[in-house]
């Protein structure tokens, strides 16, 4: 018998043991004086391997003891009241950050608005040629409801390019008067009956009609004014700034060059 | 099972206590070693009350016990590996009840050392792929088919390595001493 022979015996002996052999292997191994010594030799083996000594009485009872409380530490556990943790999602756990962020941009915000608006009014020159085009619009629409003569020109305001060179006022939209009827039209706006005296006040009552008092700058260099003159405001004569007066003495309307007080036209008040 | 699963203390107690003897035989025959044995078979029932929910009842509740029972043992195995701390004979371990007392059956308990030792050499010869099926079959008693779940080996390598370790067993345990040959590659043709 050669060696495939023998495993094939102890194979078939050591199933026939187990009871895990078919009939026809179970008859050939019966019939087999051979392989019926080596069931009897594996049963030994088995014997053998099942005649463990019980463990000692105290191995088993921490054994026990061990694995009992275990159950109960699980056990409280599973029956401890849950406290759930509901984790909200991502983004909403950010939020905080966000708001917090959009926070401190607003706060930003709002302290250079007020620097900035603090240093406007230092500066009041610097106020006005920073307005905003809203408040500009505003006064447009204001200098149009008091003297609606002065913005039947195409173009109501001096380019901004030409003001800036002789005075930071002019970056404001004022009324353009580029000939003598122009100028007449932008002072009947006024009630000159009021007048009484040189100033921008004197010269800002109420146009006939209007219900806005029309936007007076500053004030005129003095020394282009005489004492009968009621100063009526600023206007662009030809892209240039101007300002424009009327002699109350003789009811004659001027536009005076702000730099040299050269007069540009004059043209009396009623034609 | 189900009273145990549903957190009946008696129930596990009861369970635990049926299994217990066959999960500590199933770790002294896997580790040869009767202190490593009361240690893997303790771990064994921790572990089989932290799975107990896992436990499906596809097969029975002994087959899963030996199948930790047999993790255990060779988890403890590799400890003593690591520990370096191999024994070379149970009977230097203190704990081992037939050196511990002398009574007038000593000398019948002398030969039942004998017999113990010249198994646990033999088993300790074997390699782990001969003797954890040899052990599942003879100590746990399950069938092949468990025996191929438990190890995951199909059910006819299963037949072929119990034969084998059986085989090889019986060659060393029918030897004279120091002529012990545990091979299960070379089975003798003979008892």
Redesign the interface.
């Known amino acids: 018998m050669n060696d495939d022979d023998a495993f094939a015996r102890a194979e078939a002996a050591s199933a026939f043991l187990d009871g895990e052999i078919d009939a026809a292997e179970r008859a050939s191994v019966a019939a087999d004086p051979d392989a019926m010594a080596l069931v009897d030799s594996f049963a030994k083996v088995r014997d053998a391997l099942g005649a463990v000594e019980p463990a000692p009485d105290n191995v088993r009872a921490d054994a026990m003891s061990a694995a009992l409380a275990e159950f109960d530490v699980r056990q409280r556990i599973r029956t401890a009241p849950v406290t759930a943790i509901v984790l909200k999602p991502r983004w909403q756990r950010a939020y905080p950050i966000f708001r917090g962020a959009a926070a401190a941009a607003v706060i930003a915000v709002v302290v250079f608005a007020v620097a900035n608006g603090t240093k406007g009014s230092d500066s009041k020159s610097s106020s006005e040629g920073t307005q905003p085009p809203a408040a500009a619009q505003q006064r447009t629409e204001a200098a149009t409801g008091a003297a609606p003569a002065a913005t039947a020109a195409p173009s109501a305001t001096t380019p901004a390019g030409a003001a800036d060179s002789s005075n930071q006022k002019l970056a404001a939209p004022v009324p353009v008067v580029n000939t003598p009827d122009d100028l007449r039209r932008f002072a009947a706006g006024f009630d000159f009956a009021a007048s009484t005296s040189t100033g921008p006040s004197s010269a800002a009552g109420a146009a006939p009609g209007a219900t806005a008092l029309v936007p007076m700058p500053e004030a005129p260099p003095a020394t282009c004014l005489t004492p009968t003159d009621t100063y009526l405001g600023t206007v662009s004569v030809l892209g240039s700034p101007a300002f424009a007066v009327r002699d109350d003495s003789t009811g004659l309307l001027r536009a005076v060059d702000p730099i040299d007080c050269r007069v540009l036209f004059t043209v009396p008040s009623s034609p | 099972m189900t009273a145990a699963q549903g ?1 009946d ?1 008696g129930a ?2 009861q369970l ?2 049926r299994h ?2 066959r999960v ?2 199933v770790c ?2 896997i580790t040869g070693h009767e202190a490593d ?2 240690d893997a ?2 771990d064994a ?2 572990a ?3 799975s107990l929910d896992r436990f499906d009842g596809r097969s029975s509740f002994g087959t899963w016990a030996y199948r930790i029972a047999t993790n255990s043992s060779l988890d403890e195995l590799r400890r003593r590996k690591r520990r370096g701390a191999v024994s070379t004979s149970s009977a230097d371990d203190g ?1 081992h ?2 050196v511990e007392h002398a009574d007038p059956a000593s000398s019948r308990r002398i030969d039942a050392i004998g ?1 113990h030792l010249a ?1 646990d050499v033999a ?1 300790r010869a074997l390699s782990d792929e001969y003797r954890l099926p ?2 599942l ?3 746990a008693d399950l ?2 088919a468990e025996i191929a779940a438990v190890l995951d080996l199909p059910a006819g390598t299963v ?2 390595r ?3 370790g ?2 090889a ?2 060659r060393a ?2 030897a004279e001493p120091g002529n012990q040959q545990t091979d299960p590659e ?2 003798s ?3």
């Open positions: 957190g203390r596990l107690d635990l206590r217990y003897d500590h035989a002294r025959r044995a009361a078979a303790q029932m921790i089989i009350v932290r704990d009840p037939f017999d198994l088993l040899v052990v079959r003879d100590v069938d092949y037949r072929s119990i034969a084998r059986r085989a067993l019986a345990l029918s070379r089975p043709r003979a008892p």
